[in-house]
């Protein structure tokens, strides 16, 4: 069996929905699932090859259908000085020391201190661990009436997005003739679209296949198998497992249960082992619904066992290679049951960070990169601050009346800052009282709008995030001094204050008509 490796360099921000609690927020995953890459290039054939009905096709009924080829799940890769470091997901038998920084394999090592999780991903070589977690953040947005396109006043939510500029990289495994036919169909390296709002401002990337390379035939050390040292199975994405009634039973015992189709009773014995639980379900274009929801084991799990000695070396190996070949359990054309064999097999681990090293051009910044760098920083802190205002509304207690809140918002889209305040001035006093009865922990909102400092906001979003500052300060560009731009982030926030209080004044009127 062989592999193409597939690199996916991400040149907008992504969305890979994923359910949250918020309701008001559509997550995402922090990998691209191979669903998703599956999904990508069998919409990329259709349409290469003009097909009405796909599942007709032989090259498409066999490499999306029938699993001649295995898509796996993408992760997140980061480029050193002289290599990249290709992450997985972290064996969730490694964890850190609460107040130290080792880490400790808990199948491996009998650990009295007080121990808590690793990162989400890693690379782990010799007795060295290096952690990441992809980069993320929440990007704020406006409901749109689907059918006019407008905007609505009402409506608010948040899309949270991987960021772009980040690489990810997934295997795509076949017979060799199987994956020569198809990296020929598709080009070495193309721009696709993928996750959700494609034909928005979301999910451009670019896709690149490697040259075809073949799979390992010894995956086992011979040594290891005549010192019967134990083996470690850490799966590297989630499994699904079915029972006898062909229900998902994400258990040790059906786990064991599959197992013993490889090498039969008795074969082997599980001593160890730390399994977690996660549900799956996703979308299916073609059905225009999601698939039924299934309990699956989560990535990261892992089993420590041992073979017994009516199991020759070749036996062994050749099970563990057809377990990292071809995974285990249902799914597996679709990503899932992917297997890492002794993935990590040190007692401790010393956590080293990855090091991204960019070198710094000499001379000044050209005028035109000041300015995209200019427009990045402002469209940043816009976001920033329609996210603050959106939340600030909430503490605020006895709101005016939605026809002022909306009054409110009209007078402000047409004055400047200091004309604001001194039209709040000359409102009715009945108007007036209702201001100054609006108030949060500290002020009233009549306060809260003449004492208002936009530098304040500023300088918080600054500090939650100095990458800002560095890039501010690498452009010589002063935001602080720029009137211009700080009066349009005094707009939008109390813009969006109104329009949160606003909503909420509306939202809690509809509750008590339904009383």
């Given amino acids: 069996m062989a592999f193409l490796k597939i690199k996916i360099k991400l040149l907008s921000p992504v969305i890979l929905s994923s359910d949250v609690e918020d309701s008001n927020l559509t997550g995402t995953l922090d990998y691209i699932p191979a669903t998703s890459i599956l999904g990508l290039f069998a919409a990329k054939y259709i349409h290469k090859a003009q097909l009405k009905e796909a ?7 066999n490499w999306f259908l029938k699993e001649a080829l295995i898509f796996t799940n993408a992760y997140i890769s980061e480029k050193e000085e002289y290599d990249e470091v290709d992450m997985l997901p972290t064996p969730l038998c490694l964890k850190k020391e ?24 890693s690379y782990i070589y010799g ?80 896709i690149v296949l490697s040259e075809i390379e073949k799979t390992e035939t010894r995956i086992l050390e011979v040594e290891d198998f005549e010192d019967q040292e134990p083996v470690l199975l850490t799966l590297i994405s989630p499994c699904i497992l079915l029972n006898e009634y062909g229900f998902s039973d994400p ?10 189709k490889i090498w039969g009773k008795d074969s082997f014995k599980i001593t160890n082992c730390i399994l977690k639980t996660t549900s799956i379900e996703n979308y299916i274009s073609v059905w225009r619904m999601k698939r039924p929801l299934e309990t699956a084991i989560v990535a990261g799990s892992t089993i420590k066992l041992y073979f017994k000695e009516n199991l020759s070396y070749e036996e062994v190996n050749n099970g563990l290679l057809y377990l990292v070949e071809q995974g285990i359990g249902e799914r597996r054309g679709e990503g899932f049951g992917r297997v890492k064999v002794n993935m990590a097999m040190a007692k401790e681990y010393y956590e080293k960070e990855v090091n991204i090293t960019f070198k710094k051009p000499t001379g000044e910044v050209p005028e035109e990169v000041k300015k995209i760098f200019i427009s990045i920083i402002q469209e940043i802190f816009k976001e920033d601050t329609e996210l603050r205002a959106y939340r600030d509304a909430d503490d605020f207690t006895k709101l005016p ?11 402000l889209s047409n ?33 809260y709008i003449k004492e208002f400092d936009e530098k304040e906001v500023v300088n918080s979003i600054y500090n939650r995030n100095s990458d800002y500052l560095k890039l501010a300060k690498l452009v010589k560009y002063n935001l602080e001094k720029d009137k211009k731009f700080l009066s349009e982030l005094w707009r939008i926030y109390f813009a969006v204050l109104f329009k949160r209080m606003r909503q909420k004044q509306q939202f809690s009127g509809k509750e008590e008509l339904s009383k």
């Avoid at 130290?100 to 201190?113: A, T």
């Avoid at 009402?154 to 994956?179: A, C, H, R, S, W």
């Fill in 55 to 61: 599942h007709l096709d032989d090259k498409f009924n």
């Fill in 98 to 121: 609460k107040k130290g920084e080792k880490i400790f394999n808990v199948l491996l090592n009998d650990v009295d201190e007080q121990l808590k999780s690793t990162p989400s991903y």
């Fill in 127 to 206: 007795n060295t661990i290096k952690t990441r977690e992809p980069e993320k953040k929440i990007n704020f947005h406006h409901t749109r009436d689907r059918l006019t396109g407008h905007t609505k006043d009402e409506g608010m939510f948040n899309y949270e997005v991987l960021l772009p500029d980040q690489v990810f990289k997934g295997k795509i495994y076949g017979e060799p003739e199987t994956l020569k036919t198809f990296k020929e169909t598709f080009k070495e390296t193309f721009f696709a679209r993928l996750g959700k709002s494609r034909n928005a401002e979301y999910g451009r990337v670019k």
């Fill in 251 to 260: 258990s040790l015992s059906c786990l064991e249960y599959y197992l013993r």
């Fill in 401 to 411: 009346s939605s026809s002022l809140l909306g009054k409110l918002g009209l007078i």
């Fill in 415 to 447: 004055l400047q800052e200091y004309d604001f305040k001194v039209i709040i001035d000359d409102l009715r006093d009945k108007a007036k009282t209702q201001i100054k009865g609006c108030r949060n922990k500290k002020y009233t909102l009549y306060e």
